[in-house]
């Protein structure tokens, strides 16, 4: 399943994003993004839509500039939560996104040795194929 690789392009055509985003760490010392697989339960199957998986994920924005930082992650909440059909689709025909919802709303991690760390938590539903 290619849905992080697709998540992570669909940012990377953000205008407001930084341009380093990456799957798993941000980067300590320049401001970035890192979108992090969550722990959930896989609990749902639909006879009329087969196979749902709920996959959480974690964002976290490390900008220098705190004020930045939070209205980045602002913008990618909003953006996440208003899709177009069609957004984030899969390149390899493994999942279609169904659905998608920020559950943690955008929250202060810590000030680092470079700046501020910002996260929100995200569960989005995917069909399986």
């Not at 290619?2 to 994003?17: C, N, Q, W």
């Not at 984030?88 to 559950?103: A, E, H, K």
Request: aromatic share 12%; charged share 15%.
């Amino acid at each position: 399943m290619d849905f992080l690789i697709r998540l992570k392009s669909h940012m990377e055509g953000l205008a407001f994003t930084p341009s380093t985003i990456n799957i798993g760490l941000y980067n300590k010392n320049g401001n970035s993004v890192a979108i992090r697989p969550s722990p959930n339960n896989i609990n749902e199957r639909y006879m009329s839509k087969g196979y749902i998986y709920p996959f959480s994920f974690q964002l976290l924005v490390h900008h220098k500039n705190n004020t930045i930082g939070y209205n980045t992650i602002e913008q990618l909440r909003s953006a996440y939560e208003n899709l177009n059909n069609g957004a984030i689709t899969s390149g390899d025909g493994s999942f279609n996104l169904v659905s998608m919802q920020c559950t943690t709303t955008p929250n202060f991690v810590e000030k680092t040795s470079y700046g501020v760390l910002w996260t929100a938590i995200f569960n989005a539903e995917l069909e399986i194929k």
